[in-house]
């Protein structure tokens, strides 16, 4: 059983920076691709970035890509989604998640197997 704990999440200004955190607690850390998605009211969760075991290959949705960096340590077992230009259309709650079975990085959240409870994030004009 792996958890997960998102942090980080705040009230910020459009074009502030936000760094979310993702702490797991498994000793398999390494051995899980991971991935960001978020949900915004009234909305149907979307992907938003997603990164390898090794940290090596990652992906993002084109919403976000050269705003959001995805990394993650290892030695940690930790994750993090550094936000940066935050729009107001960022507003949401961002969940972490697991992909247990490795399938390769992907967007749809079915193939990921544990998720966070969530970190809110607003975004204000």
């Known amino acids: 059983q792996e958890q997960l704990v998102e942090s980080g999440g705040g009230l910020v200004q459009a074009g502030d920076s936000l760094r979310l955190s993702c702490a797991a607690s498994?000793?398999?850390?390494?051995?899980?691709?991971l991935g960001w998605f978020r949900r915004a009211p009234g909305k149907k969760r979307e992907f938003v970035a997603a990164?390898?075991?090794?940290?090596?290959?990652?992906y993002y949705a084109p919403s976000v890509k050269g705003r959001f960096t995805i990394s993650r340590d290892n030695a940690k077992s930790t994750v993090y989604l550094q936000m940066n230009s935050l729009k107001p259309e960022d507003t949401a709650v961002y969940y972490c998640?697991?992909?247990?079975?490795?399938?390769?990085?992907?967007?749809?959240?079915?193939?990921?197997?544990?998720w966070g409870q969530g970190t809110q994030v607003t975004v204000s004009s």
């Open positions: 990164i390898s075991r090794s940290g090596v290959s990652t």
């Open positions: 498994g000793r398999t850390f390494s051995s899980y691709d």
């Open positions: 998640a697991a992909d247990i079975g490795s399938s390769g990085l992907t967007v749809a959240g079915s193939a990921y197997d544990y």
